[in-house]
């Protein structure tokens, strides 16, 4: 398995940015899945956004509907870092950011579960105030 660490988490207004990081420790980092999950209070944990490996295309990201056109997730295999860019955020978007991995996902559908994950950071704090 994989250890994770988030970080980058704070307050920021509405219509602000910030960017999350999810550093990693672990081999082969660069083939994982790693996904986005936010949980807000009294809020069941809710998908964000993933990004999956493959041996023929490299990776491929996904977003949460919610979520898709103000962030935007990427990997920096040099660093074993997956990033999460938020921009436009709204009050909604307060929450605990997790960071997960697996092994490469077969299916875009395992991305969104968080039951499939075996890895999970211990989460960094996100306020948007309006």
């Known amino acids: 398995q994989v250890r994770l660490v988030e970080s980058g988490g704070g307050l920021v207004q509405a219509g602000g940015s910030l960017r999350l990081s999810c550093a990693a420790s672990?081999?082969?980092?660069?083939?994982?899945?790693v996904a986005w999950f936010r949980q807000g209070d009294g809020k069941e944990r809710e998908y964000v956004a993933a990004?999956?490996?493959?041996?023929?295309?490299?990776?491929?990201?996904y977003y949460a509907n919610s979520v898709k056109g103000r962030f935007t997730i990427s990997r920096d295999n040099a660093k074993d870092t997956v990033y999460l860019q938020m921009n436009s955020l709204k009050p909604e978007d307060t929450a605990i950011y997790y960071c997960?991995?697996?092994?490469?996902?077969?299916?875009?559908?395992?991305?969104?579960?968080?039951?499939?994950?075996?890895?999970w950071g211990q989460g960094t704090q996100v306020t948007v105030s309006s």
């Open positions: 672990g081999p082969t980092f660069s083939t994982y899945a």
């Open positions: 997960a991995a697996r092994a490469p996902a077969p299916t875009r559908s395992i991305l969104s579960r968080p039951n499939e994950y075996h890895s």
């Open positions: 990004v999956n490996w493959n041996g023929w295309t490299g990776d491929t990201t």
